[in-house]
């Protein structure tokens, strides 16, 4: 698998859940390749954002949260 491929699927798990094989490929390309874990982290990152939007509330990340509670 190249990295062409597992940010394919890492696409596609987020409207269908993966084949066993598809799982199992992309879970090995992930601990080989930092720069697709980077995007995988970004991808969950951004639809936890992109639900906190929907559903009405205010997502801010962690970095915001902190810069907003400082004294």
Do not use: I, W
């Amino acid at each position: 698998m190249n990295c062409k491929q597992a940010t394919s699927l890492l696409s596609q798990r987020q409207e269908r859940p993966l084949t066993q094989v598809e799982r199992l490929s992309l879970r090995f390309h992930l601990m080989m390749c930092s720069g697709c874990r980077n995007f995988s982290r970004q991808m969950e990152s951004l639809r936890a954002m992109s639900r906190g939007y929907a559903k009405g509330g205010a997502s801010t990340t962690h970095a915001e949260r902190e810069q907003r509670d400082k004294p």
